[in-house]
């Protein structure tokens, strides 16, 4: 049986749409993939790719540039990814940026995320190994959980055992805690403390206060500190030194003196045990007053005479001029 036109065309058009359909989605998976853009290759280099496969994308500070095309491992803790990178992003990404395997999401594809590095650098070319860092895998999680969930046991065991203690009375905590005469006796002891403390600090702060009025000019101590001061006293001292040192002598003397005149020796203890002499010499110096006495009465009697009284003009005169 012929086909009609009419189911020529249709099936025209139905052949036409799903060539349609198909190339567009050959073009939507090749360009996610990029396949049909200009790219260029990086490369990175992880311990542990933590189930990265082929095809995952690749980000750039969470903008998709490109996707992972090829994962060979080179030996039990190097493994190298080859990623597809459009050319357009090279300007952007520098030598200094770090690449990190990361999820999509909670539980989503394993992706590859470039990280910008700090500072300046230059732009990556073709072919460039850029810096990786790999991050704590789930497993290394949930084993350190697993450590500290036991630690935790074992804490909460001790702690529960020493409570347990504390309760019953035993060791120190648990004696202060149901003893309460001792809890009274430390109390009144750190009372004790508290007052001794607040004495010395007073004590303290008026130890300070002397010295610092001692440090002050107007004492002695600070008088002691000005060096002109120190060097008058200084000089003061030196003549007493010497000033005893010749006292020392004359004492030496006097005693000496005093001696000789014990012992009967010199005029003085000549004159104090003769009374007579003394008698003697009393007389003498009263003759010799009245001698002088009658001298001068003569001189006077000469002044008005009148052989001598030009004599004694002139020498009146001369002391005249001898005082102007």
Do not use: C, W
Not at 166 to 189: F, P, W, Y
Not at 228 to 233: K, P
Request: aromatic fraction near 6%; charge should be positive; avoid cysteine.
């Amino acid at each position: 049986m012929e086909k009609t036109r009419e189911q020529k065309i249709r099936l025209g058009l139905f052949t036409l749409i799903g060539s349609l359909l198909f190339m567009a989605a050959i073009y939507f998976v090749g360009n996610k993939q990029n396949l049909f853009g200009h790219t260029v290759r990086l490369k990175a280099v992880f311990a542990n790719v933590n189930g990265l496969r082929l095809g995952n994308n690749v980000r750039y500070s969470g903008i998709d540039i490109g996707t992972v095309k090829k994962i060979e491992m080179a030996n039990d803790s190097t493994i190298y990814v080859e990623m597809i990178i459009d050319k357009k992003m090279l300007s952007h990404i520098k030598k200094n940026a770090i690449a990190t395997i990361s999820s999509d999401g909670l539980v989503g594809n394993m992706i590859i995320n470039i990280i910008p590095g700090e500072g300046n650098a230059l732009n990556v070319e073709e072919d460039d190994i850029i810096k990786s860092y790999s991050r704590i895998r789930t497993d290394d999680i949930l084993k350190t959980l697993n450590v500290t969930n036991e630690n935790a046991a074992l804490l909460t065991a001790d702690l529960l055992k020493i409570t347990n203690e504390i309760v019953q009375g035993k060791g120190t905590v648990g004696l202060l805690i149901r003893d309460s005469i001792m809890a009274q006796d430390l109390k009144e002891t750190m009372y004790y403390l508290k007052t001794t403390s607040k004495g010395t600090s007073e004590s303290v702060a008026n130890l300070n206060k002397l010295i610092q009025d001692l440090n002050k000019s107007n004492n002695v101590i600070g008088v002691m500190k000005d060096t002109a001061v120190a060097s008058q006293i200084k000089s003061v001292v030196k003549n007493l030194e010497k000033s005893s040192s010749e006292i020392d002598k004359v004492v030496t003397n006097l005693n000496s003196t005093i001696l000789n005149i014990k012992e009967g020796k010199g005029a003085i203890n000549y004159l104090s045990n003769d009374p007579k002499l003394v008698k003697k010499i009393d007389s003498t110096m009263t003759n010799l007053q009245k001698a002088s006495y009658k001298l001068n009465e003569d001189l006077e009697a000469l002044k008005h005479n009148f052989l001598f009284r030009g004599y004694f003009k002139k020498q009146e005169k001369a002391k005249a001029k001898q005082k102007q």
